[in-house]
């Protein structure tokens, strides 16, 4: 009872599933070889950030990092939440990267989680804080969580490589989520979006709404994209802009897209210097090419776009003992790779089956009867 | 008046009025007379409420009683055959108990019992089966008892009264979730005074009633016939067993548990002989209940720890229900009985062999003449001795058997075998078109040979599958195969006709080429069966295997690049991983992105084509092919279950009709939408008929083919209110679980959901220690609990707790408990604390008289709102009551925060103005002695 038995990993790949498994499912685990084969080996900034972050969130759980970094061991505790809480989510990594396990962990956690995040708002790599707001929250409402409590503003952007973008989260706790049977796709009946400047001219955010219509207008006339032209203060440290869209079905799911352009990051700068500063790609070129992006999302089908169906897996393997069934496009390998965490961990597997008429895959999976522990009876 | 009269000193002869007679007669004609006269009763109506504010009282009062009544409707998540009912008999020894049991067997099988040792099964309807287990009298065994029992028969004695036990059994039950109690009242033959029986039965039943509710059941025997409770009586307990209904409780419906009913020891021997007390390994049998096992949850064996599961096999049913023929009650040969520990029953099962009990003197082995068997023998034939005779009778060993069968077994098992490489690549061969079956045939025996074996596909199973068989021969077949398919594909049809949206070409091109488009369709489908598999193996699979199916697809790639068909379902950027990195061997540092799109290699979305080709996937498309896209899939998939055997050409060719049906009629949307409409009723009928059985008036079965009008209608009506609402919804997914689990082939569902409950299981669990074996005993039931989500954590739990008004003493911090919650039992100390009213936990050091305390305390968690009881002293000879406390879990902590008050003495030494230092108030010999004390001005 007295001694500790953890589970064995390799590799800093899924840090971010394993870790939030690991802490759901209270199992410790013990990660081996973090970039053990780099010249620069151990964990990288965002990965202690993120373990930061899940410290913050728990009570009582115990992390250990060897000297070199390249050895971990997570004895998680129990999900706490709470409100007033700050995160420095540093510049490695666009605060995107530490929603995805936030609003599951959040979901679970004893208090109401109401936490400050500071960092990359919009990033290329990671989806977007807006992308969060128009399609992961209502993938959210798909599996039971209310959605008045869920919330997240944009109090001020912030893009690579000096950030200083804030956003205010807040995610309701909830007894246990819902098993859903989402298989029906719909057909896009409007697109949204919000273009967004930072510390650049306000007609590159014009450009992009005026090139990414252009691709829309041909297919749906209701699109509209707002624009969100940051000054000052709320505009962060870097210049760069971006623009995320969304498309509604009839159905009511959402499939997303965005990008964002900015400057690199710092450990890239010093090779670029030589050829003085690189060229940021047009405005005009990024809408249009994001407009594309959503077209092969749309293309693809599934009730969600490919970034979300990691946390779409998620959520169905932690519903209670019944059938989930949703329909995906094209497996992404963030998907594949959240799907073989999920069967290491909870147990569960799911059961794919391609569709090929639409050239889509409909997974079932009987959830691990997750419940939220840590919340208190009165 | 006795008071008065008493003061008088004189007693008076009380009135005694007449009862009958003329006088009696007249007084109650007088009394009728007068209340008919009372205007009240001559127009009821007109006075039904007098008063506005009584009306709403009465109203109100109506309301909440309805309210009251309803409960949060708990999700029964077992489907299928149910586990036996326990009946557990519990009573304080001389009460009966065995002898209930007994009598109760012999009521059901006709067989005598000679002693009741551990649980006993028995088949006593044709939908019902039951566990006798008799409570042990210690209080472990209580405890235990109480965590499985369906149902309680507390045995009491009448002529006695109540004791102690009932009682604390009682607390139990209610501690662990009610499940249901009957009182049974024995020795009543010890009455010789009727009235004084009449009484005491009164007396005993409300005090009864009073410990459970009103109009518990108490049932009475009345006494011992030829050493036997009357047979009158004891069939009317059947009876009153028989109709009882089981409501779901929440602790056991989501956990999974057996009771044990045989336990065996499987230790290799000379393990034992180095070292008798070494871990052993022992097996446990018995049916599941509860919820679903999976092969990887943990197990706690009550008092004895928690383990993890060595193996577990699903074992065929040893007590089965009867076949589902229509007729009135059970027939003899159906009243089966299995008491594995009382060594009683015929059959043994295990998981690789039969054991069969045969009395000797009765048989005769050797084989009989057909015509000069003895034709009276043949009435008192045994099942076992029917079983021998029967394996006698085979003609042919079973390996000629099996050679014999070679081909049927290929193509019946192909599903089954399918799922025992569900890891790795093992049985392509079978996939393959008939041409390759010769080929394969080697390989398929061994393979069958294995799954015959074990058919229960146990972790063994699964490894012995791995790799090994993995020939370089079936590879090469593999990719040959592979290559000719996607030639073929090229040949037949040129360009991109196959795309997934364009089904009228498909029909189009059909109709022109006839035959030979059918069985290419035929190929396709295959094909996309084909997917299936390695699409499950792509995400699950060992990385041998999905390097290679990598290696096929990049081949593929280079080939055609329309044929969309083949590579739908791999990512690009999955593909392209692959071929660098041979996926899970290689980078284990992978990037966290879950983004994967590429900006870089896009269509040209300003193209007419390429946009028109998602047009229909926009509301401005043409929304009948929209909506086509998600009903065709589904009647695929519901159409492809049905035929299951895809490798089957046959099958193909109607499939193949199916999807072309499809997509050549223009209004398919009409014979869809019936489709759709007939499932929905069909849904809709199941729920009404499930509405009707579970308010107790059981629909008669035409009801249901009423389908469209007034069955829908009554399930509009029922539409008010949320509980109803709440209960459909509960039902309507527990309809879809049916439905989408039963899709699924065998091995898959046992996959997905682990083992069914109602499934006779064998739990093998290694490393028990050596008491286990050493203590064993029958009479005393074990008790195999699984261990839910984060329930094998450690840590502080904070429970609500109150002192049990019967124990006589208030209960000391830190002095031991013994504490039961959840399937554990186990010793720790509490510390008592009350809430203050700022929020503060301050220790207390007693717990309070007649209020409830916080008890924190350390051990295994358990999840919130779980029930504790504890006791101290777990020893027989105790008068008093056992049960010290019980409680409930509000939350658990890894550290708690309990503040102390506490009063220190000192001696002032120095004193200023405002200021004082206090010595000698610490007895450590620290540098800090004394403490600074400043007084504070008001």
Known sequence: ?378 | MAMDSGADGQSHKAHRSRHSGASAKKKTKAKNKDQNSDQKQQNPKAFAFRSNAKAKRLQSRAVEKEQRRLHLPVIDRSYGELPPFVVVVQGPPQVGKSLLIKTLVKHYTKHNLPDVRGPITIVSGKQRRLQFVECPNDINGMIDAAKFADLALLLIDGSYGFEMETFEFLNILQVHGFPKVMGVLTHLDKFKDVKKLKKTKQRLKHRFWTEIYDGAKLFYLSGLIHGKYPKREVHNLARFISVMKFPPLSWRTSHPYLLVDRFEDVTPPERVQMNSKCDRNVTLYGYLRGCNLKKGTKVHIAGVGDFSLAGVTGLSDPCPLPSAAKKKGLRDKEKLFYAPMSGLGDLLYDKDAVYININDQFVQYSKVDEMGGTTNKENKRDVGEDLVKSLQAVKSPIDEKLEKTKISLFSHNDRKRRKAIFGDGVDHSNLKSTDEENEGDEDDDSDNDNDEGENDRSNEDNESCSGSEFSDGDEEDLKSEEDDRSNEDNESCSGSEFSDGDKEDLKSEEDGMGNISKWRASLVERASKKQNINLMQLVYGKSASTSNTSTNEVKDDSENEESDEDEFFKPKGQRAKNSIEGLGGGNINTEDCSKSTKISELKNWKEEEVYESIRDRFVTGDWSKGALRNQMSEAKTEEDDIDGDFEDLETGEKYESHQKDDSSNGGIQKEDDDAIEERRLKKLALRAKFDAHYDGSESPEEETDVQNGGKFHRSQANDSGYYDKLKEEIELQKQINIAELDDLDETTRLEIEGFRTGMYLRLEVHDVPFEMIEYFDPCHPILVGGIGLGEENVGYMQTRLKRHRWHKKVLKTRDPIIVSIGWRRYQTTPVYAIEDQNGRHRMLKYTPEHMHCLAMFWGPLAPPKTGVLAVQNLSNNQAAFRIIATAYVLEFNHAARIVKKIKLVGYPCKIFKKTALIKDMFTSDSKWLGLRVQQFEL
């Open chain 1, 1 to 378: 009872m007295g001694k500790i038995t953890y589970k064995r990993l390799k590799g800093s790949q899924n840090m971010r599933q394993r870790l939030l498994l690991a802490t759901l499912k209270s199992t410790p685990v013990l990660i081996e070889d973090i970039h053990a084969g780099d010249t620069l080996p151990g964990l990288r900034p965002h990965e202690i950030s993120l373990l930061r972050l899940f410290e913050k969130l728990t009570d009582d759980c115990l992390i250990e990092i060897n000297e070199t970094g390249t050895k971990l061991k997570y004895k998680p505790g129990i999900i706490v939440g709470g409100s007033h809480l700050v995160h420095d989510c540093g510049f490695s990594r666009a605060i995107g990267y530490f929603l995805e396990p936030l609003i599951l962990l959040g979901l679970f956690a004893r208090k109401t989680l109401v936490i400050i995040l500071k960092g990359i708002t919009n990033d290329s790599k990671d989806p977007s804080v807006d992308t969060f707001r128009s399609t992961a929250f209502p993938l959210l409402r798909h599996f039971g969580v209310p959605s008045e409590g869920l919330k997240l503003e944009i109090k001020s952007r912030g893009v690579s490589p000096h950030g200083g973008g804030e956003v205010h989260l807040t995610i309701p706790t909830v007894q246990h989520l819902t098993a859903t049977m989402w298989t029906d796709e719909g057909m896009v009946k409007r697109i949204r979006g919000e273009a967004f400047t930072t510390r650049v001219s306000v007609q590159l955010g014009n450009e992009m709404i005026y090139a990414a219509r252009g691709i829309f207008n041909r297919l749906l006339p209701d699109v509209y994209i707002a624009s969100d032209y940051r000054k000052r203060l709320e505009a962060g440290n870097s210049p760069g802009y971006g623009i995320s869209l969304v498309a509604e079905t009839t159905s009511g799911c959402c499939i997303s897209a965005d990008t964002t352009v900015s400057y690199p990051r710092g450990d890239e700068e010093e090779d670029i210097e030589d050829e003085g500063k690189k060229e940021l790609i047009p405005a005009a070129d990024v809408g249009e090419k994001l407009a594309s992006v959503l077209l092969e999302e749309i293309e693809k089908g599934g009730v969600v776009d490919s970034t979300h169906q990691g946390l779409l897996f998620l959520l169905c393997a932690l519903c209670p003992k019944d059938v989930s069934k949703v329909r995906v496009g094209k497996l992404s390998p963030y998907g594949i790779e959240t799907l073989r965490e999920i069967r290491d961990f909870l147990d569960v597997q799911f059961v794919i089956k391609p569709d090929p008429s639409t050239g889509t895959v409909i997974l079932k999976c009987w959830g691990s009867g997750m419940k939220n522990l840590s919340r208190k009876t009165t």
